[in-house]
């Protein structure tokens, strides 16, 4: 079968692996889309101080939805032809647990969630997480900053809670754009000026609570999510970096790091909260897909994230071509 690999550093192929094999708790899903998340993406394909190495690098992507293939004997919440989403990787056929359960659960995909949504479904239960630790309630101002697919969807999911504004930050024109289709009331650029003040012309005293949605080396960023965020505010780090942070001397009531982990709630059953969303039509996750090309296309995708990322949202690569 087919699958995507780093093979190197900055290179990615299309290359010929064998079937995987399917325990009896677990299925065989035959894949028609995964969604490939262009920050998290390049984690995995670029040598830095988080993956240094080795090489090849098999693990890339982690949102495979398809149609399951074979059931394993102690299988009893799904069966052949069931339409599913599970955390697995690019590659024509993966093996996922037989229900909402294990390292690798498969979720069934409603009959009226199209394929192209499919794919997002994974997302609930780390939205959920974020959007509870932030506890975002009516009337308050929210700053999204970093406007990659992790900060587009909490413009989704932020405007779930009913806020009076949401602002979303980020550097590059094209981001900002889909984080408006995504939602945000107010998009702004730091390069335009202070962005401190940027933000209290349109809330007073700035946001309520801002969620910090970018990661990698970029620790300078988590300084704009301070600044921007009201004194008595909270700030809670969604992002993973891998350089230091500073914490600024601002007087917040809360810096919530739970970018690290600490509090998440990994119940499965998340999922379906997320997916009965997507089904209901209040996340609008079409908007911010910005190219669909058969997997075989995938090399020359990772080929452009590498040389120019911020033109990228959503990518979602099709199985079934």
């Given at each position: 079968?087919?699958?995507?690999?780093?093979?190197?550093?900055?290179?990615?192929?299309?290359?010929?692996?064998?079937?995987?094999?399917?325990?009896?708790?677990?299925?065989?899903?035959?894949?028609?889309?995964?969604?490939?998340?262009?920050?998290?993406?390049?984690?995995r394909v670029r040598r830095s101080e988080a993956h240094p190495g080795p090489w090849p690098n098999p693990d890339l992507g982690y949102a495979m939805a398809g149609v399951v293939e074979e059931v394993?004997?102690?299988?009893?919440?799904?069966?052949?032809?069931?339409?599913?989403?599970?955390?697995?990787?690019?590659?024509?056929?993966?093996?996922?647990?037989?229900?909402?359960?294990?390292?690798?659960?498969?979720?069934?995909?409603?009959?009226?969630?199209?394929?192209?949504?499919?794919?997002?479904?994974?997302?609930?239960?780390?939205?959920?997480?974020?959007?509870?630790?932030?506890?975002?309630?009516?009337?308050?101002?929210?700053?999204?900053?970093?406007?990659?697919?992790?900060?587009?969807?909490?413009?989704?999911?932020?405007?779930?809670?009913?806020?009076?504004?949401?602002?979303?930050?980020?550097?590059?024109?094209?981001?900002?754009?889909?984080?408006?289709?995504?939602?945000?009331?107010?998009?702004?650029?730091?390069?335009?000026?202070?962005?401190?003040?940027?933000?209290?012309?349109?809330?007073?005293?700035?946001?309520?609570?801002?969620?910090?949605?970018?990661?990698?080396?970029?620790?300078?960023?988590?300084?704009?999510?301070?600044?921007?965020?009201?004194?008595?505010?909270?700030?809670?780090?969604?992002?993973?970096?891998?350089?230091?942070?500073?914490?600024?001397?601002?007087?917040?009531?809360?810096i919530d790091l739970l970018g690290s982990g600490v509090g998440y709630d990994r119940d499965p059953k998340l999922f379906v909260d997320g997916m009965e969303l997507l089904q209901a039509g209040k996340?609008?996750?079409?908007?911010?897909?910005?190219?669909?090309?058969?997997?075989?296309?995938?090399?020359?995708?990772?080929?452009?994230?590498?040389?120019?990322?911020?033109?990228?949202?959503a990518i979602l690569l099709e199985w079934d071509t």
């Amino acid at each position: 079968m087919k699958k995507l690999m780093a093979t190197a550093p900055d290179q990615v192929e299309v290359v010929d692996v064998e079937m995987p094999e399917m325990g009896e708790d677990e299925i065989l899903v035959r894949g028609v889309r995964s969604l490939l998340s262009p920050g998290s993406e390049l984690k995995r394909v670029r040598r830095s101080e988080a993956h240094p190495g080795p090489w090849p690098n098999p693990d890339l992507g982690y949102a495979m939805a398809g149609v399951v293939e074979e059931v394993g004997s102690r299988v009893e919440e799904l069966k052949p032809g069931d339409r599913v989403v599970t955390m697995r990787h690019h590659q024509q056929y993966v093996v996922a647990s037989g229900g909402l359960f294990g390292e690798r659960p498969a979720m069934r995909v409603p009959d009226s969630v199209d394929w192209d949504t499919a794919p997002f479904g994974i997302w609930g239960r780390s939205c959920i997480n974020w959007s509870r630790r932030a506890a975002i309630v009516h009337g308050e101002t929210v700053a999204v900053v970093g406007c990659g697919l992790v900060g587009l969807l909490m413009v989704m999911w932020a405007k779930l809670s009913n806020p009076r504004r949401v602002i979303a930050i980020d550097l590059v024109p094209k981001r900002l754009e889909l984080a408006r289709r995504a939602g945000a009331d107010f998009v702004l650029n730091p390069r335009d000026g202070d962005i401190a003040a940027q933000v209290r012309e349109l809330s007073e005293d700035g946001a309520d609570v801002t969620l910090h949605c970018v990661g990698g080396a970029a620790a300078k960023s988590f300084d704009t999510s301070q600044v921007v965020t009201r004194r008595g505010g909270r700030v809670v780090l969604i992002g993973h970096h891998w350089t230091d942070l500073r914490i600024l001397p601002h007087g917040f009531t809360n810096i919530d790091l739970l970018g690290s982990g600490v509090g998440y709630d990994r119940d499965p059953k998340l999922f379906v909260d997320g997916m009965e969303l997507l089904q209901a039509g209040k996340l609008p996750v079409a908007d911010i897909v910005t190219h669909k090309v058969p997997y075989t296309d995938g090399p020359g995708i990772y080929d452009m994230l590498i040389s120019n990322p911020d033109d990228s949202g959503a990518i979602l690569l099709e199985w079934d071509t």
